[in-house]
Structures are given as structure tokens and as C-alpha cells.
Antibody, heavy 117, light 106 residues
Framework: QVQLQESGPGLVKPSETLSLTCTVS????????WNWIRQPAGKGLEWIGRIYSSGTTNYSPSLKSRVTMSLDTSKKQFSLRLSSVTAADTAVYYCASSYSGYTFDPWGQGTLVTVSS | DIQMTQSPSSLSASVGDRVTITCQASQDISYYLNWYQQKPGKAPKLLIYDASNLETGVPSRFSGSGSGTDFTFTISSLQPEDVATYYCQQYDNLFTFGPGTKVDIQ
């Protein structure tokens, strides 16, 4: 049973780059899509992007210019970088797995990132 | 971009009631729709995939139907542990979630 755990700074300054890592345990990273999804407090879910086990990426059009995802299969980790952050990027960030490519399951527990000076 | 709407935005019902949530897509998405349950402070959990297929281990009181632009999610007999926010999600063109429906017990 795959389990996911997000890690990274909980506070990022405006205009800087948000960096998060998701560590995968209990399963293989091959033949899976690895996703990042975020949720501002009290609001809905927004898909940020995904990286396939081959390294191929897809990003949300609204965030594409600021997002970079990468994969380190030797460490069983994948990462998110979001540049030029503003207060609007404050949210709980979730990583989620997808074997089918279109369902998100399972999810990590989420990590709160606050953008503030 | 495909936009998703849900109604109602919130509802309150009694234990044992039948609860129905609707989700509408801004364009035809065939059956490319999933439903998730999110309990307070927790990550979402997949309940229904491909509009009507129950994920393994999910109680049979949950069901989904629909195709094209209009979809329905039903809890046949509401239980206290079903208090949560429910989201639809399309995967016809990348991924978009609906705004959610918060379900409470009266």
C-alpha cells in the first residue's frame, strides 16, 4: 500500500520560490503519475500538475509559467517548485498518486505553506 | 478550460435520509468524472470513479450516475460518519474539481 508524505518549509516570503518534496513508501514509483494538488483554507481543490515515472510532466495552464516538477526514483521522492509566490499561493499542498492517470489515490496528509514576509 | 459546478453548496439532513448532490460540467465530458469525500482536517478520499464505479472498500450506500454534462452523487442512507465535503472532479481535459458540497447532520 503506497503511502505519501509531504515535507518542506511552512513559511515562504513573497516573490520567493516554494519548494516541497513528497516521499513515497510502501510501493514502486514506476508506472505511476505523481501529482500535486493544493487547497486554500476553506476553499476547494486545485490541481497543480503531475509527473510520470518516466519524467514527463503536465501542468495546470494557470500555473504553468511558475511550476517545475521533478522526480528522484533512487530516493523515492518527487518535488514541486513554484516560483514568484504571492499570498494567493498560501494553501495546504497535497501530493497524490495516480496509477490510472485520472484518479487521485492515495493522498499525503498535506502540508500548510504560508506566503508572508 | 472545463469548469465544474456543484449544487447545493451545503446541505443538512437527518441520519437515514437520502442525500443527492449534482455536478455539472461546462462541456461534454462523457463519463470522465470522479467523486471524493473530504473530512475536516483530512485529505480527500476517492469514492466513485468513471462516474458510477464504486472504489473498493467504499460502502454501497454511496453511488454515482450521469454522463455528458450532468452527474449525480447519492448517499442512500446518511450516516454520522458521512459528515464531510464532497467534490466532483473531471478528467476529460487535465483535471478540475467542483467547488464542493458540505454535508452536515441535522
Amino acid at each position: 500500500q503506497v503511502q505519501l508524505q509531504e515535507s518542506g518549509p511552512g513559511l515562504v516570503k513573497p516573490s520567493e520560490t516554494l519548494s516541497l518534496t513528497c516521499t513515497v513508501s510502501g510501493g514502486s514509483m514506476s508506472s505511476h503519475y505523481w501529482n500535486w494538488i493544493r487547497q486554500p483554507a476553506g476553499k476547494g481543490l486545485e490541481w497543480i500538475g503531475r509527473i510520470y515515472s518516466s519524467g514527463t510532466t503536465n501542468y495546470s495552464p494557470s500555473l504553468k509559467s511558475r511550476v517545475t516538477m521533478s522526480l528522484d526514483t533512487s530516493k523515492k521522492q518527487f518535488s514541486l517548485r513554484l516560483s514568484s509566490v504571492t499570498a494567493a499561493d498560501t494553501a495546504v499542498y497535497y501530493c497524490a498518486s495516480s496509477y490510472s492517470g485520472y484518479t487521485f489515490d492515495p493522498w499525503g496528509q498535506g502540508t500548510l505553506v504560508t506566503v508572508s514576509s | 478550460d472545463i469548469q465544474m459546478t456543484q449544487s447545493p453548496s451545503s446541505l443538512s439532513a437527518s441520519v437515514g435520509d437520502r442525500v443527492t448532490i449534482t455536478c455539472q460540467a461546462s462541456q461534454d465530458i462523457s463519463y470522465y468524472l470522479n467523486w471524493y469525500q473530504q473530512k475536516p482536517g483530512k485529505a480527500p478520499k476517492l469514492l466513485i470513479y468513471d462516474a458510477s464505479n464504486l472504489e473498493t472498500g467504499v460502502p454501497s450506500r454511496f453511488s454515482g450516475s450521469g454522463s455528458g454534462t450532468d452527474f449525480t452523487f447519492t448517499i442512500s442512507s446518511l450516516q454520522p460518519e458521512d459528515v464531510a465535503t464532497y467534490y466532483c472532479q473531471q478528467y476529460d481535459n487535465l483535471f478540475t474539481f467542483g467547488p464542493g458540497t458540505k454535508v452536515d447532520i441535522q
